[in-house]
């Protein structure tokens, strides 16, 4: 077994009705667990704020949703608030098959810094631990899902393909937020850093 299905932020405020809806994020909710029975290894990321975020709108006077803020790790995109711990919208969605997660990565969870990728925070240096982990079991092969395709899956899919795996990202089991282009921003950098979109 050297692949694993990594199953990115399948959580309630991404989905209809969330804080931060992803349109269409619970229509691949079956379609990723009739995914896991193919995967000896699941793992599931889970974005993991903490009140007050430095990534939150509304922890800066006078930024709305959406703006951009230069961080001293790069520029920011101000989200609503969003999978703030222990709440509700933080939840993983109800219909999600969490049992058969080998291994939950939270991410977020630094207030100074926000965490798209499962594998780095957003300056691209501070680790999550998941290529520790991976390595350790002898896993070279990734295949991503998840919410959304142009932030955290964009962002984990180019940091694993950088970091040696070989990663492949199922679409259609995918959605988007598409912010200003985003998405097709996503896909060509995927592209480009070696990622399988199928």
């Known amino acids: 077994m050297t692949t694993a299905l990594i199953v990115i932020d399948v959580q309630k405020d991404f989905c209809p009705g969330g804080a931060l809806a992803v349109p269409g994020g619970d229509e691949i909710v079956d379609g990723v667990n009739l995914l896991m029975a193919e995967f000896g290894a ?3 990321t889970q ?3 903490p009140a007050g975020h ?3 709108a509304s922890s800066h006077e006078g930024r709305a949703p959406y703006d951009v803020k230069q961080m001293p790790y790069g520029p920011q995109v101000l989200w609503p608030d969003h999978c703030i711990q222990g709440s509700t919208g ?3 969605h109800p219909d999600l098959t969490t049992d058969r997660a080998d291994l939950i990565i939270r991410k977020g969870y630094n207030p ?3 965490s798209y990728s499962a594998f780095f925070e957003n300056d691209h240096t501070t ?3 998941l290529e520790g982990y991976l390595h350790t079991r002898g896993i070279t092969d990734l ?3 998840g919410l959304a395709l142009d932030f955290c899956v964009n962002f984990s899919a180019v940091d694993a393909a950088k970091l040696g795996f070989s990663v492949t990202v199922r679409e259609a089991l995918c959605r988007a937020i598409d912010l200003d282009g985003s998405l ?3 896909r060509d950098g995927m592209r480009a850093a070696g990622v399988s979109l199928v």
Request: hydrophobic share 60%.
């Open 127 to 129: 680790p999550t631990g």
């Open 112 to 114: 100074a810094i926000d």
């Open 90 to 92: 933080a939840q993983f």
């Open 47 to 49: 974005d993991w704020h």
């Open 42 to 44: 699941v793992i599931l």
């Open 143 to 145: 295949v991503m899902v």
């Open 184 to 186: 097709d921003a996503a």
């Open 54 to 56: 430095s990534s939150f």
